[in-house]
């Protein structure tokens, strides 16, 4: 999970591409996130308000996390929840990773007139991701 911090995601995210890779993103988070992880990312899913788990993050709270550290917690899991490589493939999951960093920096995924991105990627700071 440590070493995750320098993966990159390999689906860059354009202008031309944002769009449709939020849409994506957005259906893949609604099927298999919502329900734990909350529609706002904030950890408030029905699953959560129930009682039926607990401790799940925040993704506000977690600014500093990376794309790979995203990637890898989807794919092999990470504390209660499991791994979701049997259900998602490699793309869908870095679609994924780009849905959830619309959660950490609202700006993200957003470019100006002449195509350049309005925010640097969530994980700028990798010395305290590799600490969660």
């Given at each position: ?8 995601n ?28 909350g ?7 029905p699953?959560?308000?129930?009682g039926a ?6 993704y ?9 550290q ?6 092999y ?10 259900q ?6 870095w ?7 619309r ?5 993200y ?8 991105a309005?925010?640097?990627p969530a994980a ?5 991701a590799?600490?969660?």
């Amino acid at each position: 999970y440590a070493l995750a911090v320098a993966d990159m995601n390999p689906m860059k995210l354009t202008a031309e591409n944002a769009e449709e890779t939020f849409k994506k993103g957005k259906e893949i988070y609604t099927a298999m996130c919502q329900h734990c992880h909350g529609e706002n990312g904030d950890g408030k899913g029905p699953m959560v308000l129930s009682g039926a788990y607990n401790g799940v993050p925040n993704y506000a709270d977690r600014a500093a996390l990376s794309d790979g550290q995203m990637f890898y917690s989807i794919y092999y899991g990470k504390g209660a929840m499991g791994s979701h490589r049997s259900q998602l493939n490699k793309k869908e999951i870095w679609t994924l990773v780009h849905y959830v960093n619309r959660f950490q920096d609202p700006n993200y995924g957003k470019f100006d007139a002449s195509g350049l991105a309005m925010a640097a990627p969530a994980a700028a700071d990798t010395t305290a991701a590799a600490k969660k």
